[in-house]
C-alpha cells in the first residue's frame, strides 16, 4: 500500500471534529482536504508549504473545498531553505518556526512531510514541545534524507522520547510501537520514507 494511503487512513483514526492541526509540507494539498473533512466547521487546518507550483496548486483547492476551515501559509519552516525544490529559497519567504507561525494557540496535531527537513521542523518547535498538552505527531521518517539534510536519525528519535512521546510506526496493519531506534534504522535501505507517529498524553515535569 502505498505511503500517502496509509497515512490518510492512519489520520483518520486520531484526527476529530475540532481540532487544530499544522499540516506542514502540505504539496499541493491532497492530506490537507482530508484533515478539513476529518476536523469539520468547528475545526481548523493550517497549511504551510513554500515550493511555488505547489502552493499555488494548494491555494486553489483550499479555496475551492473548504475556505474556512484551510488556511495556507506560504512558508518554509526551519533549516534555511526550502527542500526539493528545483528553483531554490525565494529570499522573500525567510523559513520561520512553527512556534512563531502557532504562538499561544491550541495545537492537536502536527503533520510533517518536508522532503528530509524533518528535523529542521522539529528544532522550531522547541514551545510547542515543552507544552504539557497532548499532541500527535504524524512525520515522514526517512534515515537517508534526514542524513542529507544534516539531522542524525537516531537523535530525532531520542528527542521526542524525551520529551514524553511513545512511537509507532504506522503501516498497513496500523501502528506498531517503537521502543528502540534501531527498530526502525536496521535495514533501512534507500531513500524511501516510512510513517512515524509519536503521542504526548501529557507532558510529565519531574
Known sequence: MPRESIELRFLGTIVRAGMTVADVGAAQGIVTLALAHLVGSTGRV??????????????????????????????ALGGGHIPGT??????????????????????????????????????????????????????????VRLRRAGTDPAGFLDRLWACGFTLGRVDARGCVSIDTAEQLLDGRAG?????????????IVS
Open 191 to 203: 531513500d524511501a520514507s516510512v510513517v512515524l507517529h509519536a503521542r504526548r498524553v501529557s507532558r
Open 86 to 143: 528545483a528553483s531554490g529559497p525565494d529570499p522573500a519567504r525567510a523559513p520561520v518556526t512553527l512556534d512563531e507561525v502557532m504562538g499561544d494557540q491550541p495545537l492537536h496535531l502536527v503533520r510533517i512531510d518536508a522532503r528530509g527537513a524533518e528535523g529542521a521542523v522539529l528544532d522550531g518547535m522547541t514551545r510547542i514541545l515543552g507544552r504539557r498538552a497532548p499532541l500527535h505527531i504524524v512525520t515522514a521518517f526517512s534515515p
Open 46 to 75: 493550517l497549511a504551510l508549504e513554500a515550493e511555488p507550483v505547489l502552493l499555488e496548486a494548494l491555494e486553489f483547492y483550499a479555496a475551492r473545498n473548504a475556505p474556512g476551515t484551510i488556511e495556507v501559509h506560504p512558508l
